[in-house]
């Protein structure tokens, strides 16, 4: 959009652009192209009765459940759609009802079928909900927000609005992601509610006050872009060489905060994408081309250097993938968990990173049986696409290469370091503003990014302690998640001399040189203080000090391990 604004102004007035959507707020996008006319169609819409609860319940869940009954035991016939926040709620909602109502009456009421409805669905289970029910039968679809406005269930008469989404957000501040249950806004509300009036009059159960729909929720829901992080959007406007673009000063249709573009620049500044000029590099240029997260692409251009592009696709498709692959990787597979095969391999002890890789190759050598993947509670959709994406990253690099890069002949090498030497310092480079740091105390570590924070391993990594029962001293992290404490996920033992060049060049960092434009002054960019931790700049000039401390850690550990 912003792009588009700048294009404008400089085309001939014949130019016309139309910019349509389901959801857009016409009126915001109006004032951002110069109070453009808005035109609207609207759709065929029957009248929906909305009835909320006098107070808002202690458990949604719980609501839900006796909503859905009461609608089945008293209501005509019609079907029944349940917003709720993720596929851990679908699943014991779904149990829940499918057990109440085998419990009814026979003949007290129509039959039921319970249909769940997420993402994370095989494709014949997703069919289903859109399967009229037999005669005398209705359906009660339990679905997430997918439901909202990417697809039209025909049939709905009856919605349940637990008030509430799942919504994964990016805080620029920490580098976190968080997935976080939040309430809804109003036009998400209204978007459910439409959901029963689609093909004759319905009605709306919201599983909250009307107080707190006119008072609490937000008008709008907060833009994507202002929960995520702006690595790869920065890089594509780096890539545009457009020399008047000030990244900070960029005109968006709702714009970031300046701290996140900030995050942005020093993510692609630690990963050669952009100079400390601000200019993008050869790097970059390669960099944009490939459809994925910046280090992830860094990832493979550094492999290609060391001779492990083969094994860096492998990784890179299987973290792409947005599937849960492996098992014991939620809660509702727990249970699974405990007696999962005991096939899959390790890691070697380095961690997340080469497990993917080990299990791709292991899969490989079954020649991608989905039997495999079925014994080893692998989602075999998920691998499926982690195969596709793995051979679409594979076409594009060779296409990068202009024919110079024999991916081909790098997989009949099949070399296997037992170390992953390689694979591991193209993986530090590719993360660059992702280090970890091993306290000297215990096995907890401090991020060694631009604001330093105590994190932990998250229990799922398969990252080996050693004989002392250290884990290593330093780990790449593919991403920070807050849940019930910050930990790292997909974690990848990585060495100090790696790490080095890395926390050099933070040093050099400024932030208003990086922005780029023709209006950042010299002297204040000169001027700019460095916004760093004293110990971040500390960490580089302290690695013998850093050396005997951990040393004389693994001593006492082990003058307490010979006590005992």
Known sequence: MGLMKRIIKMRASNLKVIITSATLDGDKVSRFFSNCPVVSVPGKLFPVEIFYSTERPTSYLESSLKTALDIHAREPEGDVLIFMTGQDDIEKLVSKLEERIQSLEEGSCMDAIILPLHGSLPPEMQVRVFTPPPPNCRRIIVATNIAETSLTVDGVVYVIDSGYVKQRQYNASTGMYSLDVVQISRVQANQRAGRAGRTCPGKCYRLYPSMVYRGEFLDVTVPEIQRSSLAGSVLYLKSLDLSDIDILKFDFLDPPSSEALED?????????????????????????????????????????????????????????????????????????????????????????????????????????????????????????????????????????????????????????????????????????????????????????????????????????????????????????????????????????????????????????????????????????????????????????????????????????????
């Open 264 to 564: 942005a620049l020093k993510q692609l500044y630690l990963i050669d994408a952009i100079d400390e000029n601000g200019l993008i590099t050869s790097v970059g240029r390669t960099m944009a081309e490939l459809p994925l997260e910046p280090s992830l692409s860094r990832t493979l251009i550094e492999a290609n250097e060391y001779g492990c592009l083969s094994q860096a696709l492998t990784i890179v498709a299987m973290l792409s993938a947005e599937t849960a692959l492996l098992p014991g990787r939620s809660k509702g597979t727990e249970k699974k968990r405990k007696h999962a095969s005991l096939d899959l391999p390790d890691g070697s002890g380095w961690g997340d990173h080469i497990q993917f890789l080990q299990i791709y190759e292991h899969w490989d050598q079954t020649d991608y049986n989905p039997n495999w993947c079925k014994d080893n509670d692998l989602q075999v959709r998920g691998m499926m696409f982690v195969k596709d994406v793995r051979k679409q990253l594979c076409q594009i690099m060779q296409k990068i290469a202009r024919g110079s890069l024999d991916v081909q002949a790098d997989e009949r090498r099949k070399e296997r370091l037992r170390d992953y030497k390689n694979l591991r310092k193209a993986l530090c480079v590719g993360y660059g503003t992702q280090l970890a740091e091993r306290m000297f105390h215990h096995n907890g570590y401090r991020t060694l990014g631009f604001k330093p924070q105590l994190v932990q391993v998250h229990p799922s990594s398969v990252l080996r302690p050693d004989e002392e029962g250290m884990l290593p001293n330093y780990v790449v992290y593919h991403e920070l998640i807050a849940t019930s404490r910050p930990f790292m996920r997909s974690v990848c033992a990585v060495e100090m001399p790696w790490v080095m060049p890395i926390l050099k060049k933070i040093q050099k960092l400024n932030i208003h040189k990086l922005s780029g434009g023709s209006n950042c002054s010299e002297e204040r960019a000169q001027g700019e203080p460095l916004d760093l931790p004293k110990k971040e700049v500390e960490v580089a000039a302290s690695c013998d000090e850093r050396d005997s401390k951990i040393q004389a850690a693994r001593d006492r550990f082990l003058a307490r391990k010979g006590k005992r």
